[in-house]
């Protein structure tokens, strides 16, 4: 495991799990000896051997497990209870499986055949896109195609995210290559086709420009690369139309990726605090970043972790207006322990604060401007506002 801060939703169960896409915080690596990295710690080490250990409570769910070794029962199981009995809102088990693939997610990539799925007024699944060069586009299924059914499993009814998982294959980790058999209809043509998995990338970034020159860049999920792409899209990006930074629904990722995005547009200075059991420490932005671009971010109930983090920097730093909805509320870090089966139990042991001393976890992060549906449109006005008093 690498030295970098990763961000998972709470658990639902363990089945499915890692496959939601969505993080909460798990600062590692250096966490395991009580010494967390810094910055730019965790952007070298992001390629380092993966090693995880116990620590503090950590070590009671790990004995946990060993034991249940040798009484023949399941390690995994038994962190489970242990876990389960702390009490720890965000305490969490992991099989191998389960933790390889949000390693995988965390690095951009994952595994499933390349469709998105939505549900209809009508409570049926249709696809709702098709990723280029994905198995799913090479045999020809298109955006608006019902899908029926998944290994013979009926979508109807289903949550979204049970949908990807069978898609995904995930109760049985299912690994690129392996076969999936989809229920199809377009139009009154029903048929079944069959998909191999395979391993594609993410597209965590995505830019827009509008006709009046305002530049959205909207960031899915903070994984590996994302900081250097919204520099990127800043560089391209004229400054006099400013630019809305939408994190809605992003639930998390990389800090180091955070830090980096809040580089972009931060001189230095803090990002945000944390301690990991008394201990404080800080995070700092680099040098050099764009401080005049007229900025907006674009939050909800959705944005969690990694993406409160920045929003609570460009906040209390003066350097952004935040509109939309109070945030999540995930403040917490977590730390890994590998147990003997190779699955991965968390519990937490501190927390983090903005630059102003806010805490986070259980309050997120009230936006300065209040909005709805009608939020993009909203952050637009406001830049025009912040343009004209630049």
Known sequence: ?????????????????????????????????GSLPGHDDLKSQEDEARSV??????EEVTRAAAEAVADGESPLQAAER????????WGAVYSRGEYEEFQEALDGQYTGVGLSARRRRDGRVEVAKVRAGSPAAAAGIRPGDRLRSVDGERTDGL?????????????????????????????????????????????PVTVQRSADGVTVVRIAAFSKGVGEEVRTAVRRSPAAGGMVLDLRGNSGGLVAEA??????FLDGGLVATYDVDGDQRALHAGSGGDTTRPLVVLVDGGTMSAAELLTGALQDRGRAVVVGSRTFGKGSVQMPSLLPDGAV???????????????????????????????????QTVLTGLGDST
Request: aromatic share 4%; charged share 25%.
């Open 259 to 264: 830090v980096t995005t809040a580089s972009v």
């Open 1 to 33: 495991m690498s030295g970098r801060d990763l961000f998972r939703q709470p658990r639902r169960g363990r089945a499915g799990a890692a496959l939601t896409l969505v993080f909460a915080s798990v600062l590692v690596a250096g966490a395991a000896t």
């Open 345 to 379: 139990a968390e519990l937490t042991v501190g927390h983090y604060r903005t630059p102003g001393g806010h805490a986070v976890d259980g309050h997120g992060i009230t936006p300065d401007l209040d909005a709805g549906p009608d939020a993009l449109r909203r952050a």
């Open 53 to 58: 250990q116990p620590v503090g409570r950590s």
């Open 159 to 203: 949550p979204v995210t049970d949908v990807v998982a069978l898609l995904r294959g995930d109760a049985d980790d299912a690994p690129a290559g392996t076969t999936v058999a989809l229920g199809l209809q377009r139009g009154r043509r029903v048929w079944t086709q069959s998909l191999r998995r395979a391993r594609l990338s993410t597209d």
């Open 82 to 89: 242990a876990v389960s009995r702390s009490g720890d809102r």
